[in-house]
């Protein structure tokens, strides 16, 4: 059974850098045709794919996020991380990470989702 659990500040200033780190368990990062991804939900509005990273290590971003938004990951502890810079009370929201499967075609795991509010 895969878990994934996300992890970091739940406060975060606004002008600073968010990060958040996913830990996968019961499956490898670098399995191939998965993908990682982080998506969020601010409040009161539906959910939003900010971007994800490949079992190659390839990445793809939202377009309306790119400027401002990496993922990366480590294999060794097999993590991947978002970080986002120069947050504004905009990016509060409720953050998911979840695994595609590129076979299926769907979201087949998720994790249980972290609150990080933006605010001074």
């Known amino acids: 059974q895969v878990q994934l659990v996300e992890s970091g500040p739940g406060l975060v200033k606004p002008s600073q850098t968010l990060s958040l780190t996913c830990t996968v368990s019961?499956?490898?990062?670098?399995?191939?045709?998965?993908?990682w991804n982080w998506i969020r939900q601010p409040p009161g509005k539906g959910l939003e794919w900010m971007g994800a990273i490949g079992y190659s290590g390839s990445t793809a971003y939202s377009p309306s996020l790119k400027s401002h938004t990496s993922i990366s990951r480590d294999t060794s502890k097999n993590q991947f991380t978002l970080q986002v810079t120069s947050v504004t009370p905009e990016d509060t929201a409720v953050y998911y990470c979840?695994?595609?499967?590129?076979?299926?075609?769907?979201?087949?795991?998720w994790g249980q989702g972290t609150q990080v509010t933006v605010s001074s």
């Open positions: 979840a695994r595609f499967s590129g076979s299926d075609l769907f979201y087949d795991y």
């Open positions: 019961g499956g490898s990062i670098t399995t191939d045709n998965y993908y």
